[in-house]
């Protein structure tokens, strides 16, 4: 079977790898799409810790093929998409529901198979069934809105919040959708990029400057979608008075920025930072099915497995490119 | 001046009453839209405790035209929602924000002068300024939205809930909006009257027939906004384990309905009530302002003041007919 | 080895049964202490519905004597509480968390072998250990303590709460102290047998008589843990306007209570019901741990196995004994 | 009337000011006591925008010894706690009850005369009456208790939460004991004073020398109550993954922390600030009344209006003295 492997930092290739086989509890799925993350990059690069070499993709939507004992005859046939954090069950954190701190944590597409491949066995318990009036690529957008939806979860959207959000990007355009959606009247956003400005607009965004004259302390919330510390660094200005700010963005590991805890304290800010996600893809489904986000006009590209690694170069230039999000399609030829 | 006076339950007058002052710290609105509320036609018809004799109309929106010596003069021909709850400030109440209940209250549109009439005074702490891209008739939702945002407060949604609305009159389209606006990703909605349904599908909603075979357990949250106790006391069989149940309409003050408190213990739900609003105006002319909450739509009809006892006429007969809200224009003549 | 069985409502027997063996994801517990719960009693009665017959106890502590292939050694000689709900993990409540609601859920001391037994192999994921400074009769106290823990997070306690409590059982009294320690201020509690008002005096209560004179609208948070339609039908005048019951105690299935749905919207009431436990069982151990909730005091007789009869024939009288928990010790003999 | 008046930084001097006469809606309060707060003196000192010259005193109880128009004549005779905050009512902040944000906030003991004085005016809606159970002196902690509880408010403390507090000071022992009263289950205090963790352990604190190796990463919530930014600068690592920090103690205007926005990002921290306080003056005077939160034993000082230079000269050394809070009492005489 075909399928991508990082091997190290900087260093990728498509090779031949055993058929996975369904064990008792598990599903095996043909990928019909599996999207393109940025942490996918960041890892590929060497800026965020990865099992090299292994197998990435955790954006994925497939069909059934076959199924273990355990599993239940009638999925065989239906398109699921995978919730990509297989939990331990036993340790502190899965027992207090935060799996996305589990410290045996197993992730499709990072110790386990992932879906830049043409099938992978996925464990039942993360399988999520596809609406029928949802494409799979459509689908495989679950997966990022969940983590979109913890990371709001974490913060808290109010009726009515005025928000802004840095970086237009797939995930900045995920977060406006779902701010909207969480009861923000009007989001503002900020990118370099004016194509990405205009697939915002589209989308219910508002283009935003940043301009420290018309912004400062403006909004009820303020998102970093961009993992730039120098943006991250001056977010506490934009937020109004007992406002909160949502650290989404992947700086890079040793970056620091400075923060004044008098301003803290004497304008009542809330900081939060989200990582993954825990269990919000059923509601990130439902939303993608309901139109409430819509995720068809984020795909900027379709590749092959083949056509990865040209992908990859598109976003290895500081995000001053329009791409947003590219879909990798396993049954692709190039 | 002119204004509509409930003289007693059942009898409304139009008559001359002296013009209203601004205060030192009230502004004097020339009314220019004031919303019929179901709790007008209650109040009216004896159903709900009121102050008889008084001027009805809560859901104000109005111009500035005069202010006391305390308001600011550039206040003067800009527009206003009226908040219509002016709160005591000193009781156990006021004290920790529950306003709606304060101990000593006065209501504009109750024991205040309200707004069926050509002008009225209001408290400035009362008045939130109207958006310029609104009509002062959309401004005047506000209120009505703000206890649309309050109820959901009290009961909480959450991204993804599946939402079920029994009656689909202007507080049930408001309440279907602002729930999509909170994070439903479906919203179902029943009314006997097919044209309020067909308003509800264009505004985003599902008709729905309450056949307990398909409904039974399948919402995340149930809302109530009938006030028909036939309807109430069978909507818990609609929530899944675990939901939530919120009455919004107004139920006779003496029905009662059976509730199975071994319902609400196994199937672990939640009912919540609300009454009136606190602090949302704010959010809810945010709302409207950016186009999540429509509210032209909902309006069905504008009378002049000689027009109220014809659209009260309209309301008397069970909820049956398609009106859904009528707006009093007191600068129309008939 | 020895272990009571329910054969069917009303019919117990103390008998052999084969000896448990530890799965590969099982720990053999020898049972230090099991307490006997009010749904035992509820269930033994035919009150509650149960998988007949079944060996019951489901508020465990014991100590780990074997231990299956995939568990940790180290962990043999340890002492640990048993969660008695062990989801399938698949299904829709469990992919939110919601396990108390798994649609195939697993039970020690339901559906899998209980704690009113000499040994019992218990999922390792279902154990928490047991403090060193604590004993393990008082460790059994985790269990319903979670219980309360779980319902009052589902309906909320704020800081200076006054809370009222109907019973004065082991559930009562578990609850009068988790409240205080969640904030309450003060906390009245009602019974009719004056022993337990005494324990519940020492535990930082006050004691009340319910008198609708004293106590109308005077709580923040009114609790039921009676069970008793009459009293829960009652509760609702307790609470101030905007106030919350909690429905604990175990109603009649096919009980109804008269509800006013005006009542629930006018004074804006929320009633939340409660079912079993999810996550709480870390926190209550670390409360009793603490001191914080003291369970010693609760314990109101030990009986061996063969004195089970004997102590639910305490019970059977309409709660009108001075019996609070009785706590099954295997190892003892008659 | 006698006063001390804080000239401008550094300068205080015992004055003779004109007796303050009670406006319609006003309470003449005779002062029984009011406590140094911290930020008395880092106003003082200059580290902390004041607008001199004026009366300090803003934790104040006293007795009711004249009234205005508006005001019930059976509350001369009672005694008051002085909710220091008085709000305009109009502005945005205030509307939506944010009223430690008013726009145009007029405070007691800032630019409204405060409490160290015989007398002070104050608006009946700040007024608070004191229980019979409590002392003036005791009553008068209602104020930084409320600032405390609006601070955990702020960040959330959970059922069985690990605490830790750095700083044992006056604040550091509410936080404490808000704390545990609040559902922690072990609260941790540092401090380098010996005498001050005397008082924390006896209560219910343990002494913790915030040693890295044996604190990493343990606890669910880390509150500083130091102020100082070299403290500050090192509490996320003592937070858990997906740990909570509040910033209570107040960090000198200009000064920055380094902040790493992977680790906020990666281990899902929050960081909160908290200023001032709400609504929280009721619920803090009824945990002291039940005994919660113990207030007695952390008066070291008690001071006639002569005493206060010497007071703050206590505080002026680097908070290593074994002071915790001085009472100042107008009717002691040196």
Chains 1, 2, 3, 4 share one sequence.
Do not use: W
């Amino acid at each position: 079977m075909r399928a991508i492997v990082f091997d190290n930092p900087g260093k990728m290739s498509l090779v031949d790898i055993p058929e996975p086989v369904a064990g008792p509890d598990e599903i095996l799925l043909q990928v019909d799409a599996a999207g393109l993350c940025g942490s996918d990059i960041h890892a590929f690069l060497g800026a965020f810790p990865a099992p090299f070499p292994y197998v990435p993709g955790h954006e994925v939507a497939g069909t059934a093929i076959a199924g273990g004992g355990n599993t239940d005859p009638r999925m065989i046939g239906k398109r699921f998409v995978v919730h990509p954090l297989r939990q331990c069950g036993h340790c502190d954190s899965c027992r207090v529901g935060r799996i996305n701190f589990c410290s045996d944590l197993s992730i499709y597409g990072g110790n386990l198979q992932g879906g830049f491949a043409e099938r992978v066995a996925v464990h039942q318990s993360c399988l999520y069934e596809v609406p029928e009036n949802l494409s799979s690529e459509e689908a495989a957008f679950a997966e990022p809105l969940a983590c979109v939806l913890h990371g709001l979860g974490q913060i808290g959207v109010e009726a009515g919040d005025r928000v802004l959000i840095v970086g237009a990007g797939s995930i900045g355009l995920l977060l406006l959708q779902a701010a909207i959606s969480s009861g923000a009247s009007r989001v503002s956003i900020a990118d370099l990029v004016p194509a990405k400005l205009e697939t915002a607009r589209m989308l219910g965004g508002h283009a935003n400057d940043l301009s420290v004259d018309t912004n400062k302390h403006a909004f009820d919330l303020v998102i970093d979608a961009t993992g730039s510390p120098s943006i991250v660094g001056g977010l506490t200005r934009f937020a109004r008075d007992g406002g909160r700010i949502l650290f989404f963005g992947v700086c890079p590991p040793d970056a620091t920025i400075p923060l004044a805890p008098f301003d803290i304290f004497r304008r009542e800010l809330t900081i939060a930072g989200c990582f993954s996600l825990v269990r919000e893809i059923g509601p990130a489904l439902r939303l993608i099915g309901s139109g409430a986000v819509r995720v068809a006009p984020l795909i900027s590209a379709r590749q092959p497995l083949e056509g990865l690694e040209k992908a990859l170069s598109f976003h290895d230039h500081g995000g001053t490119t329009s791409d947003i999000k590219t879909m990798m399609i396993p049954s692709l030829h190039p």
